[in-house]
């Protein structure tokens, strides 16, 4: 035991001291109850929980998105910035949806990941991510000339026959007309109303033929969003518009909830908008322009609400109305203020974990984990006695310097990373039963303890230098092609055998050492 | 001291045409099913595809979910009920349309079921959705992930050791490997992400057992010079066999922990890497060793002609 000890022992303390000091702020973190996160200071909560283990979305609940960014509809000039700004605007978006710590970066030249920890209500992230958001005002036709559009339409679709004769009920020489239940009335202005079950069977038709060639110059037909009532009938409204949008959501300033906007349904939810200055302008000219005609609030290509124009708007408040939830008039101001996405977004991975699983994935993980780790110490017990307490104690220091690594670099615990570490509970075992194997093999030939320590450790050491190298080969391989919670099992597993090299080869040795040092041992209980 | 495996003489190069026997039959018999299903099943992480986990705070039937599920608008639905629980696990091809909808799919699945069983709640555990085509890049780096894996080992190995070890081993771990891919097939049970990280686990783990024998014979082979190579590859054997039984049966404890107690979502992760620790134990002896022997017959054949 000479200055070689010296330098295991100070390595030692050196990295408890930095596990314990990694793992603090974890340990406080998690012990704290819920009051007591309350009672402390913002900041300093923020702090604490900014140094302590992350748990993943897999074990707190959360979603994971890769969205990828459609640019076919970009020019070349536009290309460049548009991802960055669609990850400028998904930003301001989610953080007036109030998630704490998303994460939400590029992925390659189209992609863009999304990670929102702890989210709850999956239907309204997806909502609020996925829709570009794209506001434009439309003039909707006058009434005569939407008539005459669609009835320009109806004769297209009868003479191409694009109504299947055994799928419908209405076969005639105006398939499209006799869908209107009150035509050649039109109860919603320049739209034809259609009930709500003869929605899909229209959007067939329509899709059967090249409306664009059918359809007048700058005319466009666009759908209701949600449905309307008129009569007991419920139905939608397929609008007939200009294609030019008199105006788009770059105009607006600053958009809210409210309640009451409109006086037919005092207690619906709507979003009100102020304009910027360059919009009141354009507002207030289209407006001024257009008295007494509709015009149509496109969102994202549907109809929100199409009010009549009764005179000049001169002061840059819009609004919108139609049937939104609170929710939905609360995410809508969201997303028009936070502008729209620069081009569509397709979600095209998700993984959404409720809280239920997360919380079961922490149970059945740890359970697993300490039945792993139960049969294991035990086995060695049972296996090498009093050196099975020696390896025992690598193990126990292995996981503290996972636990303290991962921490130590802001990683995240993952359920595939309790199984990394309940996997290297199993192998990690192996560099000791290879020296204490290789013990044994010595002391059967007779040499001192001493003696087959010594050898034991050097003979055993190629074995285990290359089979932990090819593990980490794996591991990194693994690593490098893996993402979310498989990327954790990948990091605790390559953490765990670096540690284990240092607990099971140089620690126990030192353990050895200190027990055999100072007298003359003449039995190993191996 | 404990001990079960002292001092073996087992010659087990002698019955390795027995093993061969067993392995290529192993094989064919993967080859067979993986054909006769049409190819490796593969999850909605390489296919594509939405998976979504419900818990009912009842029983139902996969019949029932099934129906109820067509009932959604979802005929093509994949039903499967999740052991010792009341969840379920429906599968649905992706398609775009279905979100555009303004309700959610697991909402009209919930609701489908909640409103023909009144009292019966539905919780969403989890969602998951891929498209197609992330899902085919992803399965093509899985695959490279294993090639590559696998051709550094060659290098690491042929490197440390001789060249024909290292090719022993390497088609030792692809036996594994495929294996695995046999097992999942023959249980037509789903080929996904986590199971691709316990194929490289066990392409690792698989290696590192046959690298304990392959050292023993590395150190034997300048003691015992003048014995044949066949004898020093059984000494070898038996002398690190006890290690060999010990770091499998804890390994396979904790894998084994993890398949029955670790829950669903870590299962098939878990049954694969058990499923490779048999395997790869078996084959670091009557593949990965017994090639070696082949590959130096081979050669020394080759020496004398």
Known sequence: MG???????????????????????????YSLSPAQREALPEEQLTKLRGNALN???????????????????????????????????????????????????????????????????RDRAINLIGQTALLEFKLVKPEAEAKRVLERLDRALARTGAIDEADSDFVGAQPLLTLMPFWPEMPFG??????????????????????????????QLIWGKTTESYQGYVGRVLYVTDQRA???????????RRIGLDATRPNAAGVSMTLNAAGTRQFRRVTAQNVNRNLAIVLDDRVASAPNIRERIPTGRAQITGSFTDQEARDLA?????????????????????????????????????????????????????????????????????????????????????????LTVGMAVDANVLIFERIREELLTGKKVR????????????????????????????????????QGFATTLFIGILANLYTAVLITRMIFDVVTGNRTMEKLSI | MFTIFADTHI??????????????????????????HGGLRMGIDFAGGRLIELRLSERLSVQEVRSLAGQAGFPTAEIQAVRESNDVLIRIPLDPADETQGVSVSDRLRTAITSQHPGLTAELLREESIGAKIG??????????????????????????????????????????????????????????????????????????????????????????????????????????????????????????????????????????????????????????????????????????
């Open chain 2, 11 to 36: 010659n087990f190069m002698s019955k390795r045409r027995l093993f061969y026997g067993v392995s290529i039959a192993a094989i064919l018999i993967g080859v067979v099913s993986i054909i006769a």
């Open chain 1, 190 to 219: 320049g739209g034809g109303f259609f009930m709500e079950s003869d929605v899909a069977e229209v959007q067939r038709m329509l899709s059967s033929v090249r409306v664009d060639s059918i359809l007048p110059i700058d005319t």
């Open chain 1, 334 to 422: 969201i997303v028009l203020q936070a502008g729209a996405l620069p081009a569509p977004i397709n979600i095209i991975q998700e993984m959404t974990v409720g809280p239920s699983l997360g919380a079961d994935s922490i149970r059945q993980g740890t359970r697993a984990a300490l039945v792993a780790i139960g049969l294991v110490v035990v086995f060695m017990l049972v296996w090498y006695r009093a050196s099975g307490i020696v390896a025992i104690i690598a193990l126990t220091l292995n996981m503290l310097f996972i636990f303290a690594a991962l921490a130590g670099m802001r990683g995240t615990l993952t359920l595939p990373g309790i199984a990394g570490m309940v």
């Open chain 2, 136 to 305: 085919g890049e992803i399965a093509r780096q899985a695959f490279w992930a294993i090639l590559i894996s696998l051709g550094l080992l060659l290098i690491y190995i042929g490197f440390r050791f001789e060249p024909r070890f290292a090719l022993g081993a390497v088609i030792a771990v692809a036996h594994d490997v495929f294996f695995i891919l046999a097992y999942f097939s023959i249980f037509n049970k789903e080929i996904t992400m986590p199971v691709v990280a316990a194929l490289l686990t066990v392409a690792g783990y698989s290696i590192n057992d046959t690298i304990v024998v392959f050292d023993r014979v590395r150190e034997q082979l300048v003691r015992l010079r003048r014995e044949p190579f066949e004898r020093v590859l059984d000494i070898s054997i038996n002398q690190t066999l006890s290690r060999t039984i010990i770091t499998g049966t804890t390994t396979l404890l904790a894998s084994l922990s993890l398949a029955i107690w670790g829950g669903e979502v870590i299962h098939d992760f878990a049954v694969a890497m058990s499923v490779g620790i048999i395997v790869g134990t078996y084959s670091s002896i009557f593949v990965a060793t017994a090639l070696a022997l082949e590959l130096r017959h081979a050669a020394e054949a080759k020496a004398k002609a």
């Open chain 1, 55 to 121: 748990l993943g979305l897999d074990l707190q609940g959360g979603m994971h998105l890769v969205l990828e960014l459609d640019r076919t509809g970009l020019t070349d000039a536009e290309v460049p910035d548009a991802m960055d700004r669609a990850i400028q605007i998904l930003r301001n978006r989610v953080d007036r949806f109030g998630v704490a710590e998303p994460t939400i970066q590029p992925q390659g030249e189209d992609r863009i990941l999304v990670e929102l920890p702890g989210l709850l209500d």
């Open chain 1, 451 to 486: 003696s087959s320590i010594e050898a034991g450790y050097a003979r055993a050491f190629t074995a285990i230098l290359d089979s932990n190298v090819t593990t980490l080969i794996s591991s990194g391989v693994l690593w490098w092609i893996a993402t979310g919670p498989i």
């Open chain 1, 246 to 256: 008199q105006m788009d959501g770059s105009g607006i300033a600053n958009a809210v």
């Open chain 1, 3 to 29: 200055g070689n000890f010296r330098w295991k022992l100070i390595s030692l303390v050196v990295l408890l001291g930095l596990s314990i000091y990694a793992l603090y702020p974890t340990v406080r973190y």
